[in-house]
């Protein structure tokens, strides 16, 4: 269902069971808040998967759209929520009731990136897996017993967890040999990796990738929207303090002359 909520990222108080330590290898994140068309596509997913439970309440549609470059008419036409105006917040439908289905309200993602980090919400939306064993039938590598369904399923597929056969490494760090028959490798099996179930999902890996790339990336934005302004500013200023020290290294020079 794709307008689902996205229950996940910071997880519900009491729904969830953090792990510390978590033996995973996490994928590097860049984000990157110059990346227009990027962002655009985040906000459509975000509110395509999101925004039926997670708010965030400290934005407004419209500035959204100015940052994003994106026309008030399109994005009020394909972004804003029936019965909400281009000036609102950007606040969930989810009725105060669901308090009572989790536990706890679903939390409000205006600054999850901040608070857990893009690469954490990157590596956390690409493992999911398939695991019985809990309520929702679902389990997360990155935040292990999670209390959130996997509401991009649909995008990414069912994952399940796998052995596969990989290369071990020797003393030196190269591969291991067999030393009978030097060019053959040795190999152990390595299992808790994942692998989508063929035909479960819409996209493809590198598609799905993608898209959580988009979403996350919308995020780091939505977390600090004024961040390409300080930027754009703390050029300025740069430029200014040079100039400024260039004139103050002029004038000292001109003070200097009169005690010699």
């Not at 069971?17 to 995973?24: H, K, N, Q």
């Not at 026309?71 to 036409?77: A, G, L, V």
């Not at 995008?155 to 020797?170: H, K, M, N, W």
């Not at 490798?185 to 959580?212: M, P, S």
Request: hydrophobic share 40%; charged share 25%; glycine share 8%.
């Amino acid at each position: 269902m794709k307008r689902l909520a996205l229950l996940l990222l910071l997880g519900i108080p009491g729904a969830v069971a953090a792990t510390s330590g978590v033996d995973w290898e996490m994928l590097p994140f860049e984000p990157n808040s110059h990346d227009k068309p990027s962002l655009q596509r985040g906000v459509r997913l975000y509110t395509d998967y999101c925004m039926g439970c997670h708010s965030l309440r400290f934005q407004r549609y419209e500035r959204t759209a100015d940052d994003l470059e994106i026309p008030h008419e399109i994005f009020t036409e394909q972004i804003v929520p029936s019965g909400a105006r281009i000036g609102d917040l950007m606040e969930t439908a989810m009725p105060a009731r669901s308090k009572n289905w989790f536990g706890a309200a679903p939390p409000d993602l205006t600054m999850v990136a901040k608070v857990r980090g893009t690469e954490w919400l990157y590596n956390y939306l690409k493992t999911f897996y398939l695991d019985e064993s809990r309520p929702t039938g679902v389990n997360n590598k990155v935040f292990p017993n999670v209390g959130m369904p996997h509401a991009l399923f649909e995008l990414q597929g069912i994952q399940r967890e796998v052995c596969t056969q990989v290369s071990r490494t020797a003393d030196d760090g190269g591969q291991m040999r067999d030393p009978l028959v030097p060019q053959k490798a040795i190999t152990g099996e390595r299992c808790g990796q994942l692998e989508v179930v063929e035909g479960t999902g819409r996209y493809t890996a590198v598609e799905y990738d993608e898209a959580v790339y988009d979403i996350v990336n919308f995020l780091y934005y939505v977390a600090e929207p004024t961040r390409m302004e300080r930027y754009r500013l703390g050029v300025y200023v740069l430029l200014f303090l040079v100039v400024l020290f260039v004139l103050t290294s002029l004038l000292g020079r001109e003070y200097a002359k009169e005690f010699h």
